[in-house]
C-alpha cells in the first residue's frame, strides 16, 4: 500500500479510556469511551461532520495483530474543511469528545426511560431489527448503578 500523506488511520483503540497513554490511548481520559467500537467511532465522526471516510472492520492495529478492531481512515484535508482541525491530535479530541457526549445522552435516555415505562416502550419499539439486538450474553445484567437493561448499556 502506497503511502499517502492526506490519509488518517484512526483505530478505536485510541479512545479506550481503560488503556494508558503507553498501551495506546492517543486522546485525553475526558474525550475517550470505554469498549469503543468501530460503529461508535463512525457515528461520532460523522456527528463531527466529517464526510469523507472509509471504515474497513477486519483491520489489524499492527501492535495488536490478534484484535481485529477496524479502523477509520479519514481525509486530512476533509477534515481540515469539514471540522476545522489541523492535526490529527486535535481530530481525535473533537471526535473523542463527541462520542462521549453522544454515550452520556445515551445514558441520560436510558436512564429516563427506566424510571418511566411509557418512555421504556418507546425506547425498545425499535428495537425489534434482528440487525440491531445484540447477541445473548451481551447484555449487562441490569444491575449495579448506571447499568441500562433496556438496552445493553454500562456506565461510561
Not at 415505562?117 to 425489534?128: C, E, F
Request: glycine share 8%.
Amino acid at each position: 500500500m502506497d503511502h499517502d500523506p492526506d490519509r488518517l488511520t484512526l483505530w478505536p483503540s485510541y479512545f479506550d479510556v481503560r488503556r494508558s497513554r503507553r498501551s495506546g490511548r492517543r486522546v485525553a481520559k475526558d474525550a475517550a469511551v470505554k469498549k469503543p467500537d468501530l460503529e461508535g467511532l463512525y457515528t461520532a465522526a460523522r456527528a463531527v461532520g466529517l464526510r469523507k471516510i472509509k471504515r474497513e472492520a477486519n483491520a489489524a492495529r499492527p501492535s495488536d495483530p490478534h484484535a481485529r478492531e477496524g479502523r477509520l481512515i479519514v481525509s486530512r484535508s476533509g477534515a481540515e474543511a469539514d471540522a476545522g482541525a489541523s492535526s490529527k491530535e486535535e481530530i481525535m479530541q473533537i471526535i473523542g469528545t463527541t462520542w462521549r457526549e453522544q454515550r452520556k445522552k445515551e445514558h441520560e435516555a436510558c436512564d429516563q426511560a427506566g424510571d418511566d415505562p411509557n418512555a421504556r416502550r418507546a425506547a425498545t419499539a425499535n428495537k425489534g431489527n434482528r440487525e440491531e439486538t445484540p447477541p445473548v450474553g451481551a447484555l449487562s445484567s441490569g444491575e449495579g448503578p448506571g447499568s441500562c437493561p433496556l438496552l445493553g448499556w454500562e456506565r461510561l
